[in-house]
């Protein structure tokens, strides 16, 4: 069982769970919640570049995949970083 304390920014139909993770030095992604809907969708798009702008900045993003399933919304701009724990970590990579 993993405990954890984590911030989240909501918006109607999507909510994202994130804390700062000092051994990653980094910001580690903990959960993300998107309804199947194009509204959702839209307002997730408004979570993540509030999280990127006014909390991230210049800081890495990382995250873990459930029961290693990479099939969801950052397969495409994920790279392998390490593991911890027998977790494999990933770092989001962004385009400038």
Same mark, same amino acid.
């Given at each position: 069982?993993?405990?954890?304390?984590? &911030?989240?920014?909501?918006? /109607?139909?999507?909510?994202? %769970?994130? !804390?700062?993770?000092?051994?990653?030095?980094?910001?580690?992604? @903990?959960?993300?919640?998107?309804?199947?809907?194009?509204?959702? &969708?839209?307002?997730?798009? /408004?979570?993540?570049?509030? %999280?990127? !702008?006014?909390?991230?900045?210049?800081?890495?993003?990382?995250? @873990?995949?459930?029961?290693?399933?990479?099939?969801?919304?950052?397969?495409?701009?994920?790279?392998?970083?390490?593991?911890?724990?027998?977790?494999?970590?990933?770092?989001?990579?962004?385009?400038?």
């Amino acid at each position: 069982m993993i405990v954890k304390h984590c &911030k989240i920014i909501q918006e /109607k139909g999507c909510a994202l %769970f994130y !804390s700062y993770n000092r051994e990653l030095k980094g910001y580690e992604i @903990s959960g993300l919640i998107i309804a199947p809907t194009r509204k959702a &969708k839209l307002a997730f798009k /408004k979570v993540w570049q509030y %999280f990127i !702008s006014d909390i991230v900045q210049e800081d890495d993003i990382y995250c @873990s995949f459930f029961n290693k399933s990479k099939n969801w919304i950052f397969t495409k701009c994920v790279e392998y970083y390490t593991t911890i724990n027998n977790t494999d970590i990933y770092k989001i990579t962004r385009k400038e």
